[in-house]
């Protein structure tokens, strides 16, 4: 089965091609911009995004939203991440979020899928803590200061093959892949 994915980030599209391909399921890549609303509804963001992506394309499609909820924030910045990132970034958040007593955080994946007839979203977490200091390649946003819970490393340090067995990406798309293989049933 071959399933279009819109992003353009190059990191989330070979994570969905090495996770979904485990199940035969084959991530076409589609580019293009679509106005992201900005609000820290991560529901409301995948749905509109979800949308915009099956108006553009016509054929079944699916997106994703990942962000961290904050436990020093209650939640923030949630859908906002990208902004929240592209503004603090790795060192800055570390130092921040990844000392003192309440270094909590929730790393959230949300897709959205349309078929033509619906919509539907699929959600993955992993709960965790802030690194005091950024550990790891630095290339794929805040990896680098995230360390799952029960693990010493930050996702950066795994690398893909352990990372992609544990995120929250990992969990949304099996619970996405089993919705897609029901339906061929």
């Given at each position: 089965?071959?399933?279009?994915?819109?992003?353009?980030?190059?990191?989330?599209?070979?994570?969905?091609?090495?996770?979904?391909?485990?199940?035969?399921?084959?991530v076409v890549p589609v580019h293009f911009a679509i106005d992201e609303p900005q609000t820290a509804d991560t529901a409301q963001i995948v749905r509109l995004k979800t949308l915009q992506a099956f108006h553009h394309v016509g054929h079944p499609i699916f997106v994703e939203q990942t962000g961290l909820e904050i436990d020093r924030l209650a939640g923030f910045p949630g859908g906002l991440t990208q902004v929240f990132w592209d503004t603090l970034r790795e060192d800055r958040v570390a130092d921040l979020f990844g000392r003192g007593e309440d270094t909590g955080v929730t790393a959230r994946t949300r897709i959205g899928y349309c078929d033509g007839r619906q919509i539907e979203q699929f959600e993955g977490h992993v709960r965790g803590r802030f690194a005091p200091e950024p550990r790891g390649p630095r290339d794929f946003q805040w990896d680098c200061v995230f360390i799952p819970e029960g693990e010493t490393q930050t996702f950066a340090e795994m690398g893909a093959d352990r990372k992609n067995s544990i995120s929250m990406r990992r969990r949304a798309l099996d619970a996405f892949a089993s919705r897609?293989?029901?339906?061929l049933r």
């Amino acid at each position: 089965m071959r399933i279009r994915f819109l992003s353009r980030n190059e990191h989330k599209i070979e994570e969905a091609r090495v996770i979904l391909s485990g199940v035969g399921i084959t991530v076409v890549p589609v580019h293009f911009a679509i106005d992201e609303p900005q609000t820290a509804d991560t529901a409301q963001i995948v749905r509109l995004k979800t949308l915009q992506a099956f108006h553009h394309v016509g054929h079944p499609i699916f997106v994703e939203q990942t962000g961290l909820e904050i436990d020093r924030l209650a939640g923030f910045p949630g859908g906002l991440t990208q902004v929240f990132w592209d503004t603090l970034r790795e060192d800055r958040v570390a130092d921040l979020f990844g000392r003192g007593e309440d270094t909590g955080v929730t790393a959230r994946t949300r897709i959205g899928y349309c078929d033509g007839r619906q919509i539907e979203q699929f959600e993955g977490h992993v709960r965790g803590r802030f690194a005091p200091e950024p550990r790891g390649p630095r290339d794929f946003q805040w990896d680098c200061v995230f360390i799952p819970e029960g693990e010493t490393q930050t996702f950066a340090e795994m690398g893909a093959d352990r990372k992609n067995s544990i995120s929250m990406r990992r969990r949304a798309l099996d619970a996405f892949a089993s919705r897609l293989r029901e339906s061929l049933r």
